[in-house]
């Protein structure tokens, strides 16, 4: 392994490091808010709401709106909401009685010129069932109380919906279509299967990583063994020069990762933007081909000997195996198509593909050399963690981490350094993910027990990597529980799987 890829894929392991905690779900679907004022009759939480259409009797779209922190609740699953004829509002703000008579209708408003309590009022009193405000914008709006106001017994459902959304059904209904709503705020499963994959993924990949990092050791001892055996002392006098492609690390660095990760991360969110994405998507290929090539080649050595062990010259790349230089094509196709289509349903498959043949790449070029480099390491990366997803609001407003790991203002769906599937049971859909640093810092430490326990021929029982093994898998399976329990909001898996994994 020349020093070109080395380079590469530590790069790479910089990145990574700014996405440790995003074991997250993709959209939550409640929403707290400690800022916004709360009051008897105005404590609802923020809840993502689902708004069915019939248009003629024949199913139409289905929206997404935001529930008011008044009026009733809804029902949490699609059999229990009743089917509701939508009209719209006139005038249009329902910021005075309707001239139309209401009996049981949903009444479809506009945003803007009197209160939403007042417009709720005013619906409920015409006879509305619930009150759908169009805002006048594409992005969802908190509706919140006044704090001031007082007539807050709203005993009908009030849903915001986007501009788009609302200029669908206002078109249809100007057309002279029929339109009925239906409106439920259901609830997510307490555990979906893409969790059970996920969970699977990422403790296999630190399985896979570190047995081959074990056996690497091993071949690399012996090796010297022979060496040490065989050589004369003008051969034991000289300087090792010899390439090994593995790179460990101090304690000095693995400071130094926090802190340049600290600034990449807040240049990111000063500067996040489609170019930056685009940009980390090309990082990503390239360190995703690396990772791919690596694997593949010591897979497919086993079977094609001579091919792994004959070389050629190439510019720039030096001694390239045959092996290598067939397998490599196939690699940057894989990585170009997938960086095309990423935007397709299925394109997670390809990014978890690129995603861990990286990490276990990774994770055979970067070591440390010892339990304090590795402590040091996670525990850096635990503070971190801590710091930019929860610390950071109180400078920036918002949580830094999860800004950058979005991809907000940026034009895409979120970076593409994570694995991630998508939640098949789940109404809401969305994917259930994990960033690369939560499998790959503790992947360091668990891979170094291996290695450990090999060389000083300890028994699996006796050993520490079985230990480690089962405390990482159980601080994974803790952060999920706490991800479910907590509706959906995103959790730094680092802030449970760091604690399990050094009190091994």
Partial sequence: MDSERILVVLCILVITLLFCSRSVLAGDIVHEDDIAPKKPGCENSFVLVKVHTLIDNVEGKEF??????????????????????????????????????????????????????????????????AILIVNYKKELYKMVCEANETDLQIQIPAVMLPQDAGSILEDSLNGNSSVAVQLYSPQRPLVDIAEVFLWLMAVGTILCASYWSAWSARGAAIEQDKLLKDASDDYLNMEDTSATGVVDINTTSAVLFVVIASCFLVMLYKLMSYAFV?????????????????????????????????????????????LTLAVSPFCIAFAVIWAVFRRVSFAWIGQDILGIALIVTV????????????????????????????????FFSESVMIVVARGDNSGEDGIPMLLKIPRMFDPWGGYSIIGFGDILLPGLIIAFTLRYDWLSKKSLRAGYFLWAMMAYGLGLLITYVALNLMDGHGQPALLYIVPFTLGE
């Fill in 363 to 394: 994770l055979q070029i970067v070591r440390v050399p010892n339990l304090k480099v590795g402590t040091v390491l996670l525990s850096c990366a635990f503070l971190y963690d801590i710091f930019w997803v929860f610390v950071s609001k109180s």
């Fill in 64 to 129: 997404v709106g935001v529930g008011a922190r008044f009026g009733t609740t809804m029902a949490s699953k699609e059999k229990h909401a009743n089917h509701s004829k939508l009209v719209l509002s006139d005038p249009p703000d329902c910021c005075s009685p309707p001239k139309n008579k209401l009996t049981g209708e949903v009444i479809l408003v506009h945003r803007g010129n009197c209160t939403f309590t007042t417009k709720a009022n005013i619906a409920e009193t015409a006879g509305a069932s």
């Fill in 278 to 322: 685009e940009l980390l998507v090309v990082l990503f290929c390239i360190g995703g081909v690396e990772g791919l090539q690596t694997c593949l080649v010591a897979l497919l050595s086993r079977w094609f000997k001579r091919a792994g062990e004959s070389f050629i010259k190439v510019p720039f790349f030096g001694a390239v195996s045959h």
